[in-house]
């Protein structure tokens, strides 16, 4: 068995960019309770082969939105002094957090290069940045009904 593969050029289609740029800039506008609907609706509409490379490291379009959504998420903590997180941590975010960090340990063990130590690597940012995203996104009972 090998790892590795993947594109070794960026496969983004100038529509997709374009829909990606404006979920993020829906992202950083829209009040809080109204961005979970470009995220989710970018999300699950654009095709996951199309991916950006920067360097040796891929960015599937689910970790661009991630970043958007971490971008209004921190600056959001800057500007308003807030909580970002409603009631704090909890038990699920730890299970969660360990849940992550094991999976990508064991697949780092498993194969034993570098390709697979930043595969696992993007794997715990989009893993771990759409829950957090979600977390600040959802904060009760409202949000998650709307």
Known sequence: ??????????????????LLILAGILIFVLPRH???VPFLVAAMLIPNNQVLLIGFLHFPTLRILVL????RMCSTKISSKTDIFSRGWNKIDV???????????????????????????????????????MRFLIRDDGDAAR
């Open 68 to 71: 958007f959504g971490l971008i």
């Open 1 to 18: 068995m090998a790892f590795g593969g993947g594109v070794s050029e960026t496969a983004l289609s100038p529509f997709i960019a374009i």
């Open 95 to 133: 299970v969660l957090i360990l849940l992550a960090v094991i999976t990508a340990v064991n697949g780092v063990l498993l194969w034993q290069n570098t390709a697979a130590l930043v595969k696992q690597s993007g794997d715990l940012y989009t893993t771990l940045g759409v829950y957090f995203l």
């Open 34 to 36: 109204r961005v979970i």
